[in-house]
């Protein structure tokens, strides 16, 4: 069992910045590759970027390529997102997933993502 909790979220301006963290519980976060997903109101949850556990590779949505970086810390248990150049349509609660333990590599699909956070509000206004 995993446990997540995302913290983080804001209102910002946009073409402000956020940090997002992720903290984790377990004793093998090392073993786990981590996402992050939002949701904006009406719409699915989508994929934001990932980053594995064996060779901490990363991948990112087109929307938020360039503008957005996943990283994390294995010692303190932590994933990160820090996100740039925000705009309005980046508003969503935010995410951090995690995969089951093993897979190397992140995913687009939420259904392949084992542990979920509680989520945390980001706004960003024009």
């Known amino acids: 069992q995993v446990q997540l909790v995302e913290s983080g979220g804001g209102l910002v301006q946009a073409g402000g910045s956020l940090r997002l963290s992720c903290a984790a519980s377990?004793?093998?976060?090392?073993?786990?590759?981590m996402g992050w997903f939002r949701q904006a109101p009406g719409k699915a949850r989508e994929f934001v970027a990932a980053?594995?556990?064996?060779?901490?590779?990363?991948s990112y949505a087109e929307s938020v390529k360039g503008r957005s970086t996943i990283s994390r810390d294995n010692a303190k248990a932590m994933v990160h997102l820090q996100m740039n150049s925000l705009k309005p349509e980046d508003t969503a609660v935010y995410y951090c997933?995690?995969?089951?333990?093993?897979?190397?590599?992140?995913?687009?699909?939420?259904?392949?993502?084992?542990?979920w956070g509680q989520g945390t509000q980001v706004t960003v206004s024009s």
């Open positions: 377990g004793r093998t976060f090392s073993r786990y590759t």
């Open positions: 980053i594995s556990w064996s060779d901490g590779s990363t």
């Open positions: 997933a995690c995969r089951p333990p093993g897979y190397y590599s992140g995913s687009f699909y939420p259904d392949e993502y084992r542990y």
